[in-house]
C-alpha cells in the first residue's frame, strides 16, 4: 500500500506540473496476487482456458486500478478508473512476455 500512495502522490505532482496535461497510468496487480489467483486457478482446473484465465487474473490489476484512482482522489484530483478495454489499450496474444 506504501508504494500505491507514493504513486498517486508522484501523481499529483505531475498533475500540478503539467496542467492541462492527461495522464494515464497503466498499472499491475499488487504483490503476488497474479501468483495467488492463478494457483487458485490450477486447484480448480489444471488446464483453464485462457480466456478465463485472463478473465481472472484481469481481477487483480482491477484492484490496483481502482485503489489508485481512489489515493489520487484523496489528493483532491479529479480522476477515473478505467480497464484496458474502456481505454483502448491493445494487446496481443503473448501472455506472460510483456516488453517496454
Same mark, same amino acid.
Given at each position: 500500500?506504501?508504494? !500505491?500512495?507514493?504513486?498517486?502522490?508522484?501523481? +499529483?505532482? &505531475?498533475?500540478?506540473?503539467?496542467?492541462?496535461?492527461? =495522464?494515464?497510468?497503466?498499472?499491475?496487480?499488487?504483490? #503476488?496476487?497474479? #501468483?495467488? &489467483?492463478?494457483?487458485?486457478?490450477?486447484?480448480? +482446473?489444471?488446464?483453464?482456458?485462457?480466456?478465463?484465465?485472463?478473465? !481472472?487474473? /484481469?481481477?487483480?490489476?482491477?484492484?490496483?486500478?481502482?485503489?489508485?484512482?481512489? /489515493?489520487?482522489?484523496?489528493?483532491?484530483?479529479?480522476?477515473?478508473?478505467?480497464?484496458?478495454?474502456?481505454?483502448? =489499450?491493445?494487446?496481443?496474444?503473448?501472455?506472460?512476455?510483456?516488453? #517496454?
Amino acid at each position: 500500500m506504501e508504494l !500505491l500512495i507514493e504513486s498517486s502522490t508522484w501523481h +499529483n505532482k &505531475l498533475l500540478k506540473q503539467k496542467k492541462g496535461y492527461k =495522464i494515464v497510468a497503466v498499472v499491475s496487480a499488487m504483490g #503476488n496476487t497474479t #501468483n495467488e &489467483l492463478f494457483e487458485k486457478a490450477k486447484t480448480i +482446473n489444471p488446464n483453464p482456458s485462457s480466456q478465463e484465465l485472463d478473465m !481472472l487474473l /484481469a481481477t487483480g490489476e482491477q484492484i490496483t486500478i481502482s485503489l489508485l484512482a481512489m /489515493a489520487v482522489q484523496a489528493l483532491d484530483q479529479d480522476v477515473i478508473s478505467l480497464t484496458r478495454f474502456q481505454c483502448g =489499450i491493445l494487446t496481443d496474444t503473448s501472455h506472460k512476455k510483456s516488453s #517496454n
